[in-house]
């Protein structure tokens, strides 16, 4: 009996072939669709075909197209899921992913860093600057928290030593008045240390992340619309699994706290080397971690010298609090400041308790050389005439 009286001829439409395909695939118990139906009918055309070819006793091939065409149309089961299918798949995989982002900016100041130091792994290390590294550059503080520190010795050093806190590397190595002080203070007897504290205004902190069924969003921490209240419940309600220790996220350090890490090795430091007492340098960019340094180092910090800061800037708060410290302030005004914003100063510094602590300097307008010039001076005599040299 011929083999071919077996099946029936296939119509050529596409609808026809599906209708005719159907057999097969209820046959052989198979998941099916639109798609699917028409390979299963150009892959039984094609066996049809194949048995044509052959002679109709030839009982090991039809085994073995049988075979093939099962395999075939199984193969094609799995390889083309249900569109359903895939987006449900798509769907719990997204779902179940909470793992939590934490969002970086690039560290420019660490490829300065190291370029500046000569690290020939860096990007720039091809930089001019590295020709122009100061004698005393340094590596301060371990690992990921090491940082740059310019350290200039006086030949007969006082009791006292200086710390600059320059907020970006241009003052470390540029014509400024902070290289100006870190330069000239050394040949009158004050050790120097300029140090470089991370710049705010270029490395915001940015919140985490978290990918859930809906893309990013930010983490419960972030949340403004959950009260410390529906925090508490949902902490609660929830006891941490046996996972949590694992997937718990870290937050990096902030700026803040990377400004503290660096001002206490820095102090560390001139204390190493023999320096009795301290006096910080801080601008409008370090003037907040300047007083925070001063406040948690009581025993060792004696003087501030606050360089060209605005009336607004000036908390009164924390000048209350920088008072408690007794330390000494050097307020250094610019000569456009008018009498009532002069007068307005020391009433903000006499209401935060400073009278005979505090004193301040108009640095005159012009020729930035003389500028500088004539500004180190009447720091070096406020040193002098304020603190005991040994």
């Known amino acids: 009996m011929c083999l071919t009286t077996q099946t ?19 046959r052989y118990n198979l998941t099916y669709s639109h798609t699917h139906l028409q390979f299963y009918a150009q892959i039984a055309l094609l066996y049809r075909r194949l048995i044509h070819a052959i ?15 099962t395999l075939l149309t199984a193969a094609n089961c799995y390889s083309q899921p249900d569109e359903g299918e895939a987006q449900t798949s798509a769907d719990d995989s997204v779902a179940n992913d909470t793992r939590v982002i934490q969002r970086t900016v690039p560290a420019p100041e660490q490829e300065w860093m190291q370029a500046y130091m000569g690290d020939e792994n860096s990007n720039n290390a091809s930089n001019n600057i590295i020709s122009n590294k100061d004698v005393g550059a340094m590596w301060l503080g371990e690992g990921n928290e090491a940082f740059i520190g ?12 200086v710390l600059l806190l320059s907020s970006k590397p241009s003052k470390l190595t540029q014509t400024n008045i902070f290289r100006q002080l870190y330069l000239d203070l050394p040949l009158y007897g004050w050790s120097t240390l300029n140090i470089l504290l991370p710049a705010t205004l270029l490395t915001p902190e940015l919140p985490e992340r978290v ?9 419960s921490a972030n949340n403004e619309a959950e009260t410390p209240d529906k925090a508490s419940e949902s902490t ?13 996220n870290i937050a990096p350090p902030s700026a803040t706290d990377i400004a503290a890490q660096r001002i206490q090795a820095g102090n560390q430091w001139l204390l190493d080397k023999g320096a009795g007492s301290l006096t910080i340098i801080a601008d409008e960019n370090t003037l907040q971690w300047a007083i925070d340094a001063s406040i948690a180092n009581t025993a060792t ?3 501030l010298v606050l360089w060209k800061l605005a009336l607004d800037e000036l908390n009164a ?10 330390v000494s302030i050097l307020d250094v005004i610019s000569e456009q400041s008018k009498p009532r ?32 010039t004539h500004t180190s001076k009447r720091i070096r005599h406020w040193l002098n005439t304020e603190f005991k040299k040994f």
């Open 8 to 26: 029936p001829a296939a119509p050529h439409s596409p609808q026809q072939q599906q209708e005719w395909a159907r057999p097969w695939v209820q």
């Open 150 to 161: 310019l350290f200039n010795p006086a030949a007969t050093p006082y009791q006292m030593s």
């Open 341 to 372: 914003e002069l007068l307005e100063r020391k009433q903000t510094f006499a209401r935060a308790g400073f009278t005979n602590d505090y004193r301040y300097i108009i640095v005159p307008a012009g020729d930035v050389d003389i500028t500088y």
């Open 301 to 303: 910090t004696s003087g």
């Open 55 to 69: 002679k109709p006793f030839s009982p090991t091939f039809h085994s073995a197209s049988l075979l093939l065409l």
């Open 317 to 326: 708060g924390a000048l209350t609090a920088l008072r408690e410290s007794r």
């Open 211 to 219: 990918i859930g069924p809906g893309g990013l969003m930010p983490t």
């Open 236 to 248: 609660a309600a929830a006891p941490p699994s046996e996972g949590d220790a694992a997937t718990t």
